[in-house]
Nanobody
């Protein structure tokens, strides 16, 4: 079964850290671009960052650059999002998504999301 399953969300205080994991099955993460996005309350989806197929350097949105880190574990077939120096504005549901290989949609597979709540 082809799917993505996120885990690792939770409640953390301002300045704290969390580590989100996206476990893939049915395909190999090293062969696809993988992206993290978040749904912030009252706002649309916000791109957090991604890690592409060619090359290993991830890309990040301006709001998370320097605080969040994306990595890929090929042996475990997972993509991880390390969240540091968390702020209440980082509260939201975090999703990992697989980049599509063509067509109109940027992503062709989504996880169910994991909730991150940052208290002040």
């Amino acid at each position: 079964q082809v799917q993505l399953v996120e885990s690792g969300g939770g409640l953390v205080q301002r300045g704290g850290s969390l580590r989100l994991s996206c476990a893939a099955s049915g395909f190999t993460v090293s062969n696809r671009s993988m992206t993290w996005v978040r749904q912030v309350p009252g706002k649309g989806l916000e791109w957090v960052g991604d890690i592409i197929i060619v090359g290993s350097r991830p890309y990040y949105g301006d709001s998370v650059k320097g605080r969040f880190t994306i990595s890929r574990n090929n042996a475990e077939n997972t993509v991880t999002l390390q969240l540091n120096s968390l702020e209440p504005e980082d509260t939201g549901v975090y999703y990992c998504a697989r980049g599509s290989l063509g067509g109109l949609a940027a992503y062709d597979l989504w996880g169910q999301g994991t909730q991150v709540t940052v208290s002040s």
